[in-house]
């Protein structure tokens, strides 16, 4: 099956530093990825839509400066938390579609997300 | 608008007892996918089902099965014979023009407990 990776599972920071989280296919081309926050005992919420090549779509109420998102290859995206705060902890997971017209078209396969958590 | 609703937050049962996890879905498209999805202790999600608004056939896969009626607007998912090994979280899942790149949005979860 199509494998999504995420880079570091675990996470430990202070305050006020910045924290890049990857996420990438490793066995198919992802043209879209999403970017999810999950907190404890609660639903994943979608923060923002990467396509690669061109800028995220975020949510409502999601800061795009501070949650910086880069989708610079088919197979690579990266979320980069910056200046974090001890509100930021939580759990994040991206998950990633396949190109239309190719492997995996379509489908949408999860990481297995990264926990942060800032001093 | 889309929503999710999962109205169960906590089921305990005894191993061996059948489970039945509620779902309703709102949605004003005629084209959508419904999902669920499994995310034990160590939080990975495991995709267990995918289903589009055409085919209201329900399915068998094992001990689970899944029953989608349009009519409520339901998508409820049953573990027979539950083990200990079902114990998790479940959250059933929404997306319209799913195959356009729509998103999925997600219930509040259900988090099984079966103990032995």
């Known amino acids: 099956g199509a494998v999504v990776s995420q880079h570091p599972s675990r996470v430990i920071c202070k305050s006020g530093t910045s924290v890049k989280i990857e996420c990438r296919s490793l066995?198919?081309?992802?043209?879209?990825m999403f970017w999810y926050r999950q907190f404890p005992k609660k639903s994943l919420m979608l923060m923002a839509t990467s396509n690669e090549g061109s800028k995220a779509t975020y949510e409502q109420g999601v800061e795009k400066d501070k949650f910086l998102i880069n989708h610079a290859s088919l197979t690579l995206s990266t979320l980069t938390v910056t200046s974090a705060h001890p509100e930021d902890s939580s759990f994040y997971i991206c998950s990633a579609r396949g190109v239309s017209g190719r492997a995996r078209a379509d489908e949408q396969f999860f990481g297995p997300g990264t926990r942060l958590t800032v001093l | 608008a889309q929503k999710v609703t999962q109205a169960q937050t906590e089921i305990s049962v005894v191993e061996k007892e059948d489970v039945t996890l509620d779902c309703v879905y709102e949605?004003?498209?005629?084209?959508?996918?419904l999902f669920w999805y499994k995310q034990p202790p160590s939080g990975e999600l495991v995709f267990l089902i995918r289903?589009?608004?055409?085919?209201?056939q329900n399915e068998i896969s094992g001990r689970y099965s899944w029953n989608f009626q349009k009519s409520t607007s339901s998508f409820n998912f049953t573990i027979t014979a539950s083990q200990v090994v079902d114990s998790a979280v479940y959250f059933c899942?929404?997306?319209?023009?799913?195959?356009?790149?729509?998103?999925?949005?997600f219930g509040q979860g259900t988090e099984l407990s079966v103990k032995p």
């Open positions: 949605t004003r498209d005629t084209t959508y996918y």
């Open positions: 066995d198919f081309q992802a043209t879209t």
């Open positions: 899942a929404l997306s319209a023009r799913y195959n356009q790149g729509g998103k999925l949005i």
């Open positions: 289903r589009n608004s055409f085919d209201e």
